[in-house]
Nanobody
Framework: DVQLVESGGDAVQAGGSLRLSCKTSRRVYSGYCMGWFRQAPGKQREAIAITDSDDRDGVSYAASVKGRFTFSKDNAENIFYLQMNSLKPEDTATYYC?????????????????????WGQGTQVTVS
């Protein structure tokens, strides 16, 4: 199956910006859900941006990041991104990208973390 590798995590000051990248090992075929998640120490992993490979469902953002974070993808390069602006200390976490073929299911915020089976190794974002 596809393999995912995140990069771009760093330590930044509050108000700063970062762009995370998720490189896929091959083209993500039609019918896949793709997403960015994060997990802070002592907390459960949460979805922050979910979309589909066909640009059918739009992007569902968590309320905590809506208006600050933007999901985008470069199909030619097999990369998807998370642009993070106006970072806050509470954004500190390990960020993961994930993908899963969910057939006819819509790729929205109703999906659970457990719906995704393919994960990257994570990249650390620290905001102070």
């Amino acid at each position: 199956d596809v393999q995912l590798v995140e990069s771009g995590g760093d330590a930044v000051q509050a108000g700063g910006s970062l762009r995370l990248s998720c490189k896929t090992s091959r083209r993500v075929y039609s019918g896949y859900c793709m997403g960015w998640f994060r997990q802070a120490p002592g907390k459960q992993r949460e979805a922050i941006a979910i979309t589909d490979s066909d640009d059918r469902d739009g992007v569902s953002y968590a309320a905590s990041v809506k208006g600050r974070f933007t999901f985008s993808k470069d199909n030619a390069e097999n990369i998807f991104y998370l642009q993070m602006n106006s970072l806050k200390p509470e954004d500190t976490a390990t960020y993961y990208c994930a993908s899963q073929n969910l057939g006819a299911r819509r790729c929205t915020s109703k999906l659970e973390v457990t719906d995704f089976g393919v994960w990257g190794q994570g990249t650390q974002v620290t905001v102070s």
